[in-house]
């Protein structure tokens, strides 16, 4: 499975971004999906995921500000609104299918 994240950038706090992850192959046909980011000097954090079947869940530092959603069948979206300082990170979506693959990330800065 290939993954292309897309739609970051600079923001200034209290703004909001949409991020895009493209998929290769259907992910209704791949165990789980999600966003994952990692800020410089921290490790790698999941922030939402969401199944098949279409539940959903959230870091405690997002919920509330972001959404994750599938568009198409090989798309899926992270809205993030609200963005703080604290949100800057490189953001990769994640997928599993027998094996993780991950997509190249996409930074996204926050101004205060």
């Known amino acids: 499975v290939q993954l292309q994240a897309s739609g970051g950038g600079l923001v200034q706090a209290g703004g909001s971004l949409r991020l895009t992850c493209t998929a290769s192959?259907?992910?209704?046909?791949?165990?789980?999906t999600a966003w994952y980011r990692q800020a410089p000097g921290k490790e790698r954090e999941k922030v939402a995921e969401i199944t098949p079947e279409g539940t959903t869940t959230y870091s405690d530092s997002v919920k509330g500000r972001f959404t994750i959603s599938r568009g198409s069948a090989t798309t899926m979206t992270l809205q993030m609104n609200s963005l703080k300082p604290e949100d800057t990170a490189v953001y990769f979506c994640?997928?599993?299918?027998?094996?993780?693959?991950w997509g190249r990330g996409t930074q996204v800065t926050v101004s205060s």
């Open positions: 192959k259907s992910l209704y046909s791949l165990v789980g």
């Open positions: 994640y997928a599993f299918a027998g094996a993780p693959y």
